[in-house]
T-cell receptor, first 110, second 111 residues
Framework: GQNIDQPTEMTATEGAIVQINCTYQ??????LFWYQQHAGEAPTFLSY????GLEEKGRFSSFLSRSKGYSYLLLKELQMKDSASYLC???????????FGTGTQLKVEL | NAGVTQTPKFQVLKTGQSMTLQCAQD?????MSWYRQDPGMGLRLIHY???????DQGEVPNGYNVSRSTTEDFPLRLLSAAPSQTSVYFC??????????FGSGTRLTVV
């Protein structure tokens, strides 16, 4: 079966750093995706990790440990526009499928 | 380049009615998927396709049918709408390796 866990809600301050964790148990795991979804909109791609380690893209970084079934998304220099839901998704190669967690609702406050 | 286009954006159905949610992509992607998103449940896979003429069931396929006669189109059919199918439906396409582009969604209410 597939099981992906992430916190339901987080709150952080503008300008700060926040880390959103994701743990997964999936069969046929090939990689870990992070998507951002603003209220009422479609999910948009943020990052993808295949190998262990850190991937950095501007203010966003994502980390993967395959042996621990663990990933995190790190957001630096938080801005109000970063208030959104962040979705962790496990990629399984069979059928090119993504299995999503329930999402973490991030609120950025002044 | 429109990406993934879903129609309609909003729909209200009566219990027992049938309808088709349209999805089209112009990126020549082989892979397409349908998800539903409910509060507290995340995105759940309904059906997916790995190419024209090939479809398979996802996590929550009951009450839905799909077909993939062309690379571009992947319609989702609700056979007999039920209130439990009230949800936001997203279509997505990918060239492979899990990199999906999502449509803007269809917000469906069944009364």
């Amino acid at each position: 079966g597939q099981n992906i866990d992430q916190p339901t809600e987080m709150t952080a301050t503008e300008g700060a750093i926040v880390q959103i964790n994701c743990t997964y148990q999936t069969s046929g795991f090939n990689g870990l995706f992070w998507y951002q979804q603003h209220a009422g909109e479609a999910p948009t791609f943020l990052s993808y990790n295949v190998l262990d380690g850190l991937e950095e893209k501007g203010r966003f970084s994502s980390f993967l440990s395959r042996s621990k079934g663990y990933s995190y998304l790190l957001l630096k220099e938080l801005q109000m526009k970063d208030s959104a839901s962040y979705l962790c998704a496990a990629f399984t190669g069979g059928g090119n499928k993504l299995t999503f967690g329930t999402g973490t609702q991030l609120k950025v406050e002044l | 380049n429109a990406g993934v286009t879903q129609t309609p954006k909003f729909q209200v159905l009566k219990t027992g009615q049938s309808m088709t949610l349209q999805c089209a992509q112009d990126m020549n992607h082989e892979y397409m998927s349908w998800y539903r998103q409910d509060p507290g449940m995340g995105l759940r896979l309904i059906h997916y396709s790995v190419g024209a003429g090939i479809t398979d069931q996802g996590e929550v396929p009951n009450g839905y049918n799909v077909s993939r006669s062309t690379t571009e189109d992947f319609p989702l059919r609700l056979l007999s709408a039920a209130p439990s199918q009230t949800s936001v439906y997203f279509c997505a396409s990918s060239p492979g390796q899990g990199d999906y582009t999502f449509g803007s969604g269809t917000r469906l209410t069944v009364v």
